[in-house]
């Protein structure tokens, strides 16, 4: 079943086009890339997903219906280049907040809700830094902690910009071993990823973006060199290095 369907969207900053005519549609209980070259629109498309930023046309409907009437099931991690990490805040706080939207603002959170953030940073192996200030966590103990507020909002639908970005190994294992499961439960999860040498082990779906979406579908279809030297707009060499091969993109 389509759960996302992006129809005809084109974006811009000021006078630039970011996103032209943009049209895809995404399935229910699939794991999605979404790939494509710096400046490529990825985390605008995102963004303008989630009525974060206007568009100039098109149409975006979640489960049939707009975002405004959907949002309480959707869930979306912010690159971590975008937080400000000085807001003096300690981790059980900010997973807390995930659950505003069942809560309410003018209500504070129980016990109970408070059990619920603690579940979820102990899901990310981040328990023990409950109280610790956001601001005195490294890059992935941060990046666990947004995760952990996206899965307090038990939401069906969630929105990754780069949650892989800069982290340690240990930290990239723990994401994908969550994302994975939000995928087992049913949930759908689109990622905006950089790493092309990790798509064919990470994700069954792929979104390739530069602008409008060069190709869209299973990656097994849709992962292949000629999508990649179109949407990166050069030629791609694969070369063996250690028994792996390794993805080379270039004029």
Do not use: C
Not at 6 to 21: C, E, F, G, M, P
Not at 154 to 177: C, N, R, W
Not at 178 to 205: A, I, P, R, S
Request: proline content about 3%.
């Amino acid at each position: 079943m389509s759960i996302l369907q992006v129809s005809d969207l084109t974006v811009s900053y000021q006078k630039n086009i970011a996103l032209h005519d943009v049209s895809f549609e995404v399935t229910e209980g699939s794991l999605t890339a979404i790939v494509g070259p710096n400046g490529a629109g990825k985390s605008t498309l995102i963004k303008t997903i989630l009525q974060l930023h206007p568009s100039l046309k098109g149409k975006v409907q979640i489960f049939g219906s707009s975002f405004t009437k959907q949002k309480k099931r959707v869930g979306y991690v912010p690159q971590r280049g975008s937080v400000d990490w000085d807001f003096p805040t300690n981790a059980l706080d900010v997973v807390t907040m995930g659950l505003y939207g069942r809560v309410g603002w003018l209500r504070r959170p129980n016990r109970r809700h408070r059990e619920e953030a603690m579940n979820a940073l102990d899901l990310m192996g981040m328990k023990s830094y409950a109280e610790r200030q956001i601001s005195q966590l490294s890059g992935g103990q941060q990046q666990r902690v947004f995760l952990a507020r996206a899965l307090v909002q038990q939401a069906d639908l969630y929105f990754m910009d780069e949650p892989l970005a800069g982290v340690d190994a240990s930290t990239e294992k723990a994401i994908m071993h969550t994302l994975n499961n939000l995928k087992e439960q049913g949930k759908t999860v689109l990622v905006v990823h950089h790493d092309l040498q990790t798509v064919e082990d990470y994700f069954d779906h792929v979104l390739l973006l530069n602008k409008t979406v060069m190709a869209h579908g299973s990656t097994e279809e849709a992962f292949t060199p000629e999508n990649l030297a179109k949407t990166y707009g050069g030629t791609l060499k694969t070369l063996k290095e250690g028994g792996d091969h390794v993805l080379f993109v270039g004029q």
